[in-house]
C-alpha cells in the first residue's frame, strides 16, 4: 500500500531539513518499530519525499528563504504554514471534483441506472452493470483522467452518490487531508486511529493544523507499508 503522509516539523532555524524529517519519521520505521500496542496503520517500510511541488506556495512569497527546495530542479518539498496557499489547494480540489463529478454524470446519462455495490451479493454482478464496466475499462487502459481504480474500488455509485454541490464542497474540506498525518509532538494520526473514520480524521486534521504556529513547517512525504 502507498500513501501519502503530511509531516509537521517545527521551525528549523537554520538547522538541515533531511536529518530533521528522517528523524520524525524513524519511530516509525515497520522494520524497527518501538511503539506498544503495535498498530499496522502508523508507519511504513520506505518513504520518498514528492516528485512535484508538495504544497502550493502564496505567490507573493514562493521564493522566501524559508521554504524547502530539492535541488537540482527546485521542487518545493517542504514550508511553512503562512506561505502554503491553502485557498488554492481547495480551489483546486473542487476543480478536480467537478471533472469527475461531470465525467460520471455523462456514464450515467448513456448507460441504465446502477446500483452501489451493498446492493450484490457477488462483486462479480456489481460489476456487470455497464456503468461501471465503463469505469473499469477505463481504470485498465489508465488513461482516463478520472475513472482510476481507486475510484473503481470506493463504488462509483457510492463515491459520487452526493448532488454535484454538496460533491464538490466535500471535496474542497478534504483538499489539505492525507492518510496520514505526524504531529509536532510524535503520533501518527490516520482514519484508523480508535476507529474515528474518515469524516472525524478530516476534522481533526483541520482543527489540528489551525492550532499550529504560522513557522511550523509542513511537508509531505510518499510511504508505502
Known amino acids: ?42 508507519g511504513w517500510d520506505s518513504w520518498t519525499l514528492p516528485s512535484s511541488d508538495a504544497l502550493p506556495l502564496r505567490r507573493w512569497r514562493r521564493r522566501d528563504p524559508a521554504v524547502v527546495r530539492l535541488a537540482p530542479v527546485g521542487i518545493v518539498a517542504a514550508a511553512p504554514k503562512r506561505l502554503v496557499d491553502f485557498d488554492e489547494m481547495r480551489a483546486a480540489a473542487g476543480r478536480e471534483a467537478s471533472g469527475a463529478w461531470d465525467a460520471w454524470a455523462k456514464v450515467v446519462r448513456t448507460h441504465p441506472p446502477a446500483l452501489p455495490r451493498t446492493h450484490f451479493t457477488e462483486q462479480s454482478e456489481f460489476m456487470l452493470q455497464p456503468a461501471i464496466q465503463e469505469v473499469a475499462q477505463a481504470a485498465v487502459t489508465q488513461r482516463h483522467r478520472y475513472f482510476t481504480f481507486s475510484v473503481l474500488l470506493a ?21 489539505f487531508t492525507t492518510h496520514a498525518y505526524l504531529t509536532l509532538d510524535g503520533q501518527w494520526l490516520t482514519q484508523h486511529t480508535a476507529d474515528r473514520g474518515w469524516d472525524t480524521h478530516v476534522a481533526a486534521m483541520t482543527a489540528y493544523l489551525d492550532t499550529l504556529p504560522d513557522d511550523t513547517l509542513i511537508t509531505r512525504v510518499s510511504c508505502h507499508a
Open 1 to 42: 500500500m502507498r500513501y501519502v503522509t503530511t509531516v509537521f516539523l517545527p521551525a528549523l532555524g537554520g538547522a538541515p531539513f533531511a536529518p530533521a524529517l528522517s528523524a520524525a519519521l524513524a519511530p516509525y520505521d515497520l522494520n524497527d518499530y518501538a511503539h506498544e500496542p503495535f498498530d499496522p496503520a502508523a
Open 155 to 175: 463504488d462509483p455509485v457510492t463515491h459520487f452518490g452526493d448532488d454535484r454541490a454538496a460533491f464538490i464542497a466535500r471535496a474542497s474540506t478534504q483538499a
